[in-house]
């Protein structure tokens, strides 16, 4: 076989690949649904700290909190009508703190909010990306609030989806494994390309 000929398969073999390469990150990118930050609302508890009984009293807090706002936005549609009842009825959870709190003998200060700039990391629900970013959400400091905190997606509800270990997972661990399965690939890539060579001129 010519030179030029060689020269011609290899070019023909890296466009191919560079098309599957593209073809897959587009497919890829039409089954995941980046959500906007405009378009949710979302849950962050600090725990006071990582001990057992304050991890405990967050997950408490958690379960009475994701329960009474669903009840009040499982049926509205729209961000604005959500988050103005989550704002008019912000003192009902500060309730269920206090209650929880008094109910477990524990004298903790502790703060509830509605804030407009809350930070979450990258998460991943099924198919659906929220994105790091700053977000609408209400936001829970328990104590000190240097625990291990708990976030999730108030609106649309999606908070079950974590409690109940399903579906959700953080994007960030999948990304982290990005890089292994590139150098993996590029590695096959080089053997392919060798191994062609070695045969025709070895």
């Not at 023909?12 to 390469?21: A, I, K, T, Y």
């Not at 649904?33 to 807090?61: F, P, W």
């Not at 912000?90 to 909010?113: F, M, P, W």
């Not at 104590?143 to 609106?155: D, M, R, T």
Request: proline share 3%; net charge negative.
């Amino acid at each position: 076989m010519k030179p030029r000929a060689i020269i011609y398969l290899l070019i023909s073999l890296f466009v191919g690949l560079m098309s599957w390469e593209a073809q897959n990150a587009q497919a890829e990118g039409q089954f995941h649904q980046e959500v906007s930050a405009e378009d949710a609302i979302r849950l962050r508890i600090l725990a006071n700290s990582d001990s057992i009984g304050d991890q405990a009293l967050k997950r408490e807090i958690r379960d009475q909190v994701n329960a009474e706002i669903t009840k009040w936005v499982g049926d509205v549609e729209s961000f604005d009508e959500a988050a103005s009842t989550i704002q008019a009825n912000i003192k009902e959870l500060e309730v269920i703190v206090a209650e929880e709190l008094q109910n477990r003998g524990i004298s903790q200060s502790y703060t509830v909010e509605f804030n407009t700039d809350v930070s979450f990391p990258t998460k991943l629900y099924g198919n659906i990306v929220y994105p790091a970013g700053l977000y609408n959400a209400v936001l829970i400091t328990l104590g000190e609030g240097q625990g291990e905190n708990w976030w999730c997606v108030l609106f649309p509800p999606l908070c079950f989806l974590d409690m109940d270990n399903a579906e959700a997972k953080e994007l960030e661990q999948e990304q982290e494994q990005e890089p292994v399965e590139e150098v993996e690939t590029s590695f096959f890539i080089v053997e392919m390309f060798e191994s062609l060579w070695d045969r025709l001129f070895g």
